[in-house]
T-cell receptor, first 112, second 117 residues
């Protein structure tokens, strides 16, 4: 069965370290997205991609970067982790957007 | 930019009762899509129901139905015969007509629903 997987499920890192969160999908979807979830803010878009070599900034992109070298993967990198980036991160993908997204199970990141 | 507002941060209801979660949105678009997602304690995001704005008929999925009022920009979710498994965070979300460059979902802040045995 097709799926979208995120790893790790939980991570603790120190302030200033570079961190990469993985997202891998086998749906063959062109569209991939990264969101962060914080209490009182819902899910906010960090970065997104509509295909290989395409990346775009979302509403909360500062301090984050992504790259898309193939259809299956969209890793999210925190260049220098900050405590404000403690959050739950969701990756999602879609083929035709009007039917919504398929989400990964999330990564809980704690920056200490 | 589109905004989605969920004005009820938390709700609770007795098992088997009916509950309605509110959602309003702001957009100048004429065609768009609206969604309700459920997030149980497992953290998984699950699509509950989807509504196309150009369709007058309200969407239904088993015990879940929506009241879509386009003029009022309102999109509420009704859960009938509530069950303990309905305990979750519920997110309302908006998407413009999705052609290339528009497939982004905008989420509300969520409503935490607790079903009481």
């Amino acid at each position: 069965d097709a799926e979208i997987t995120q790893s790790p499920r939980h991570k603790i890192t120190e302030t200033g370290r570079q961190v990469t969160l993985a997202c891998h999908q086998t749906w063959n979807h062109n569209n991939m997205f990264w969101y962060r979830q914080d209490l009182g803010h819902g899910l906010r878009l960090i970065h997104y991609s509509y295909g290989v070599q395409d990346t775009n900034k979302g509403e909360v992109s500062d301090g984050y970067s992504v790259s898309r070298s193939n259809t299956e993967d969209l890793p999210l990198t925190l260049e220098s982790a900050a405590s404000s980036q403690t959050s739950v991160y969701f990756c999602a993908s879609s083929g035709t957007g009007s039917y919504g997204y398929t989400f990964g199970s999330g990564t809980r990141l704690t920056v200490v | 930019a589109q905004t989605v507002t969920q004005s009820q941060p938390e709700m609770s209801v007795q098992e088997a009762e009916t509950v309605t979660l509110s959602c309003t949105y702001d957009t100048s678009e004429s065609n768009y899509y609206l969604f309700w997602y459920k997030q149980p304690p497992s953290r998984q995001m699950i699509l509950v129901i989807r509504q196309e704005a150009y369709k007058q008929q309200n969407a239904t999925e088993n015990r879940f139905s929506v009241n879509f009022q386009k003029a009022a920009k309102s999109f509420s979710l009704k859960i009938s015969d509530s069950q303990l498994g309905d305990t979750a965070m519920y997110f309302c979300a908006f998407m413009k007509e999705p052609y290339f460059g528009n497939e982004k979902l905008t989420f509300g802040t969520g409503t935490r629903l607790t079903i009481i045995p």
